[in-house]
C-alpha cells in the first residue's frame, strides 16, 4: 500500500450501533483521512504496562512500535521542564513516604479547579530527582506497582538524549509529541515554560531535525509557538487539544471571555483554529459520544469537519482495560481486564472515521491495529 491514501484504497468493516446495544455490520468504504497512515502516539509513554512518564515506559513504546512519544512538561521551582502530567506529583512519586517535605503539601488552585497535593514548582530539580516514579492507577493497572520506586522522573532533555539514543539503535525516526502543560497557570506563577522549550529545542540536534508536534489545551500560547517551533523545526505541527465541549480553554477563561471548546468544534470554529494549529486533539468521546452507561451512541461530523477545514485529527486516549472500552467492546473478565480484541476493535473503527492518529496508553495494540490496514 505505500505511496497510496487511505482515501484510495482502504476498505473496513464497519459496526453501527442498533437500538438493542449490539452491532449491525456492513462493508463500506472508510471515510477519507488526510494522512497516508495513521500515526500511533504513545501516550505518557506504555502507560499500560509501565509508570507513566519514566524512561522506562517510553523504552516500552518504542519497542512496541510507537510512532511518537510524549512527554507532558510542567516546571520545577528552578524553571527546569520534568516529565510529568500535571504538577501535582502526589499520584506519581513517592513524594508522601519523605517526612522532609511533608510541609510541602498544600492546595493550589490550577486552570480554576482546586488540588491538594505536591507540586514540581515547590521543589528544585536537585530535590525532585530525590524521589521515585510510582504507578498513578494501582487498583487499575496493580501490574505495574511492582516497578515503584525503580525510576527516577526524568527532565525533558534527558527525555530527548534518551529517545535520541533509542532512535539509533533501532534505525529508525521517533517522533515527540510534548504538551505544554497549564500554561496560564505557570505564567502566573513566574514561569515561563514556552520559552524555555523553545530554547531546549534549539539546543538538541535531535529536536531540530525529528517529527515533531507540539500540544497544548490553550490557544494563546499556540499563536507564538506556532511560527517559532517551526522556525526550529521546519517539519514540526502544532495541536490545540480540545477539552469538554462546555469547557472554555484555560487561558480564555482567564481573560473572562466564554468561548468553549464546543464553540472551536464548530466548522466556523474550525476554520478559526487553523489559522495557528495544524491539528486537533479532541476525545474519543467528542468522535462518539457515550451514554450514561458507557455505550457508544452515534458518532459526531467532527474528523470531516476537521478535515473541510485543512485540520489534521489526533483523538485521545484509547486504553486497553474494560473500564476505559465502549460497552459494547467490553468482555466479562472485569474492568481492570487488558480487552486486546475490544481494543483493536474500537481503534479501528475511529480509524474507519477517517482518523490521522490517536494517543494510546498500549502502542503494541495500536501499531497492531494500523499495521493491519
Not at 510507537?66 to 510542567?74: G, K, S, Y
Not at 530527582?129 to 494501582?138: G, I, N, W
Not at 476525545?283 to 461530523?301: F, H, K, M, N, V
Not at 485540520?311 to 468482555?331: D, G, I, M, S, W
Amino acid at each position: 500500500m505505500a505511496g497510496f491514501s487511505r482515501r484510495t484504497v482502504l476498505k473496513a468493516t464497519l459496526a453501527t450501533p442498533c437500538a438493542a446495544g449490539l452491532f449491525t455490520h456492513k462493508i463500506a468504504h472508510a471515510a477519507p483521512s488526510l494522512s497516508a497512515r495513521p500515526l500511533v502516539f504513545a501516550h505518557r509513554g506504555c502507560s499500560a504496562q509501565r509508570p507513566e512518564h519514566t524512561l522506562a515506559s517510553y523504552a516500552k513504546a518504542i519497542a512496541d512500535g510507537a510512532d511518537f512519544v510524549e512527554p507532558d512538561l510542567v516546571p520545577t521551582k528552578d524553571g527546569v521542564l520534568v516529565c510529568r502530567h500535571e504538577s501535582n506529583i502526589a499520584a506519581t512519586t513517592d513524594v508522601a513516604s519523605h517526612p522532609k517535605f511533608a510541609n510541602r503539601r498544600r492546595t493550589l488552585t490550577i486552570d480554576g479547579k482546586q488540588e491538594t497535593g505536591w507540586f514540581t514548582t515547590d521543589f528544585t530539580l536537585a530535590e525532585l530527582k530525590t524521589l521515585r516514579a510510582c504507578e498513578r492507577l494501582p487498583k487499575l493497572r496493580a501490574h505495574n506497582t511492582r516497578y515503584n520506586g525503580h525510576f527516577d522522573v526524568p527532565t525533558f532533555e534527558e527525555m530527548i538524549d534518551f529517545v535520541a539514543a533509542e532512535a539509533a539503535a533501532c534505525g529508525r525516526s521517533i517522533g515527540l509529541i510534548p504538551e505544554i502543560k497549564n500554561s496560564t497557570h505557570f505564567h502566573a506563577l513566574g514561569f515561563n515554560p514556552e520559552a524555555t522549550f523553545l530554547q531546549i529545542i534549539a539546543a538538541h540536534t535531535y529536536t531540530r531535525s525529528a517529527p515533531l508536534e507540539v500540544q497544548s489545551f490553550e490557544t494563546t500560547n499556540l499563536h507564538t509557538l506556532n511560527a517559532a517551533v517551526k522556525a526550529i523545526n521546519p517539519q514540526a505541527t502544532v495541536m490545540l487539544l480540545m477539552g469538554g465541549r462546555t469547557e472554555t480553554p484555560p487561558d480564555l477563561l482567564a481573560k473572562g471571555e466564554k468561548t468553549t471548546f464546543g464553540d472551536l468544534m464548530t466548522p466556523e470554529g474550525l476554520k478559526a483554529v487553523r489559522r495557528y494549529a495544524d491539528v486537533i486533539g479532541p476525545s474519543l468521546t467528542d468522535l462518539i459520544p457515550r451514554d450514561a452507561q458507557g455505550a457508544w451512541l452515534a458518532p459526531t461530523t467532527l474528523v470531516d469537519d476537521a478535515h473541510a477545514a485543512g485540520l489534521l485529527v489526533h483523538a485521545y486516549t484509547c486504553r486497553p482495560e474494560n473500564a476505559f472500552l465502549p460497552k459494547q467492546l467490553r468482555n466479562a473478565e472485569g474492568d481492570s481486564a487488558r480487552n486486546v480484541k475490544g481494543s483493536l476493535a474500537e481503534i479501528r473503527r475511529y480509524l474507519d472515521m477517517g482518523l490521522d492518529g490517536f494517543f494510546t496508553d498500549d502502542p503494541a495494540i495500536g501499531r497492531k491495529a494500523v499495521d493491519r490496514i
